[in-house]
């Protein structure tokens, strides 16, 4: 069809519309018994009486004003189709819809308590929506049903739910779109704080006006007005949309399948991440960013990935909004920069710094862990490759089962993993296994991994003692080993595709302690004749690591550096000079070296030969100077 004739209908449509010239013809008199004074009020009979003249007599004038002016706009109007037939003139039905129309409300009853209670929700005309197509289409079929013309929007916090709500409330002000929502009113109603008897008027008033949807927010949460709510479920002229998510949709909705059942329900998912960076854009557009193409493909690639506590587009959104300070061109650098600030978490290249701790990470690990060589270089590997970005993203980035006795440095490697890159020894999330062993500690672990993983992507997972959890919980792991993802209760997947994880096990022990030199091959033979691990289990880790029981060399080592750290210490809160000899160190290591216990005992004989050498030193009312034990 011709574009300008195309166009002209469009205007002519619009034309008829923008006064509610076919609306007011429709209820030219039905306000006259929708607006009416509110029940209980003491009005007196002057009050009552220009109350009758403004709602009936003026109203009624400015309805049929309206009208004739919307006739001869539509007329004049139609006489510029040769205008629009000579001249290739482009009007969208869109835009179009954006405009709205005028004297709706003349046609409607009045909502003096909603009013109160509520908020009309309206979005902005240039704020699109992308990804939520079948969304929409399912709406308009429920908001335009005879009866029960209720929607249930189902989706997790950040999916767009709000977004779609407002975007219903622009649609209201326009006579364009669908029977269900043409001009109506989208009003929130804050149910918090409201009493019964104004909850009841609200309902009333929406019902009695004609023209509203009302709007309640976390549907789960009200599970006592649902009673009260069913009254109006099926009211001809009052469409209620409801939002909750769908763990409370399983946990507390379900329980009302009568209450349900007067919904549409709608499930309200993420969007895809082209339709992440559409709306980026758009919002970008909005607040006058000045952003290249690539920084924003860069925030849905990060958020994706360091993000897991909130849904998309809300965790992109947010970023933005930080970038939004910046006030100038926002490239790839500052996104990086921003996310690594909000996650405290290396991201983009490699700086200087870090390409230097990553290359020297090895020798400097190799200086506080003793006898532990192949352990240390096989998590430093793993550590490089999750980096340089190389790592495979469909599993975690290194999973590892360190097997020896106590005290042989399985937790410590860990620890200073974890202080070598991250910079702090608590930077690794600890589970002590133990306290996982019976079957229904299984959903106690699940949320405490989950909630843990959301807050830090990219971090070192300490499985302690793994042996001793419920054979359930390592099919979780084996889950999440395998797959590099565990979901919670709420169905939100969790991803652990930039961790690193270690556990440890203390099984196998005694055959380590009989024979050091035991191949690993044979020992993990062992381990699944005695039915501790399944095959399956331990075929999903990177490397199974043994730590071998420590000689007295290697205590001795291990003696030297904790005087060290201890005379470290010692010096700065006290400023006390601990001399460090030879006799001093053989002394301790002696006295701590056990080939059963490991370095535990050393520790011990540190409290008994030094430290408390160092009390009586402080006690006696030295302070400072220099302190030698023989």
Same mark, same amino acid.
């Given at each position: ?75 004049? %109007? ?394 359930? %919980? ?26 690193? %994880? ?99 005992? %050393? ?28």
């Amino acid at each position: 069809m011709h574009p300008g004739i195309q166009s002209w209908k469009h205007f002519v449509i619009y034309a008829y519309s923008a006064f509610s010239t076919p609306l007011l013809l429709k209820t030219l008199f039905l306000p006259f018994g929708m607006d009416e004074i509110e029940k209980g009020s003491q009005l007196t009979f002057f009050e009552k009486a220009v109350f009758f003249v403004l709602s009936r007599i003026m109203g009624f004038t400015a309805r049929i004003v309206l009208i004739v002016i919307g006739l001869l706009f539509t007329i004049l %109007i139609i006489l510029t189709f040769p205008i629009f037939f000579l001249l290739p003139i482009k009007i969208s039905r869109e835009s179009l819809q954006n405009l709205g129309s005028f004297g709706a409300s003349l046609s409607y009853g009045s909502t003096y308590v909603l009013n109160k209670h509520g908020r009309d929700v309206v979005g902005m005309s240039r704020q699109k929506i992308y990804g939520k197509e079948k969304a929409l289409r399912m709406i308009e079929r429920g908001l335009s049903k005879e009866t029960n013309h209720n929607v249930l929007l189902v989706g997790d916090a950040g999916v767009g739910k709000s977004t779609l709500i407002s975007h219903l409330g622009r649609m209201g002000q326009s006579g364009l779109f669908f029977q269900g929502i043409n001009h109506h009113r989208v009003v929130e109603l804050n149910i918090e704080g409201i009493n019964l008897s104004d909850f009841d008027k609200c309902l009333q008033e929406g019902a009695h006006a004609g023209n509203v949807i009302l709007v309640i927010k976390n549907i789960h949460a009200h599970e006592a007005l649902y009673e009260r709510l069913m009254l109006y479920l099926q009211t001809a002229h009052l469409g209620i949309i409801a939002t909750t998510d769908f763990f409370n949709y399983d946990r507390v909705l379900k329980n009302h399948p009568e209450f349900l059942s007067k919904f549409e329900k709608i499930d309200i998912t993420e969007p895809n991440p082209d339709e992440v960076v559409a709306i980026l854009t758009n919002n970008a557009h909005l607040r006058g960013i000045s952003i290249e193409l690539d920084a924003l493909l860069e925030i849905v690639r990060l958020a994706d990935r360091l993000i897991n506590n909130q849904s998309e587009p809300a965790r992109s959104l947010l970023i933005l909004e930080e970038l939004e300070t910046l006030g100038r061109a926002i490239t790839i650098a500052d996104v990086r920069q921003i996310v690594s600030d909000k996650t405290n978490m290396p991201v983009g290249d490699l700086g200087l710094d870090e390409r230097k701790v990553l290359a020297e990470l090895e020798v400097s690990m190799k200086k506080k862990v003793v006898g532990q060589d192949e352990a240390v270089g096989d998590v430093s590997e793993a550590l490089r490759r999750l980096r340089t970005g190389i790592a495979d993203h469909s599993k975690p980035a290194g999973s590892f089962l360190f097997l020896g006795p106590t005290g042989v440095g399985k937790t410590h490697t860990a620890k200073i993993l974890a202080e070598s890159y991250f910079g702090r020894k608590d930077a690794m999330i600890r589970f002590d296994m133990s306290e996982f062993s019976l079957p229904e500690s299984v959903m106690p672990f699940t949320e405490r991994l989950t909630s843990a993983i959301e807050e830090m992507p990219l971090s070192l997972v300490f499985f302690d003692e793994l042996e001793k959890s419920n054979s359930l %919980i390592r099919n979780l792991l084996l889950q999440v080993l395998d797959e590099g993802r565990l979901t919670r209760v709420s169905g939100r997947e969790m991803s652990f595709k930039d961790a690193i %994880i270690i556990a440890t096990s203390n099984a196998g022990s005694a055959e380590i302690v009989a024979n050091p030199n035991i191949e690993k091959k044979m020992l993990i033979n062992i381990l699944i004749q005695k039915n501790i691990f399944s095959p399956e289990f331990l075929n999903r880790f990177n490397s199974i690591i043994l730590f071998k029981p420590l000689d007295q060399g290697q205590a001795r080592k291990i003696t030297s550096l904790l005087l060290t750290e201890f005379a470290q210490r010692l010096f700065e809160d006290k400023k006390i000079t601990l001399e460090i000899t030879d006799a001093l160190i053989d002394k301790v290591a002696s006295a701590g070296f056990d080939r059963e216990f490991g370095a535990r005992p %050393i520790k011990r004989a540190m409290e008994e030969i030094v430290e408390n050498k160092v009390a009586e030193y402080i006690i006696a009312g030295h302070t400072g100077g220099s302190l030698k034990i023989v």
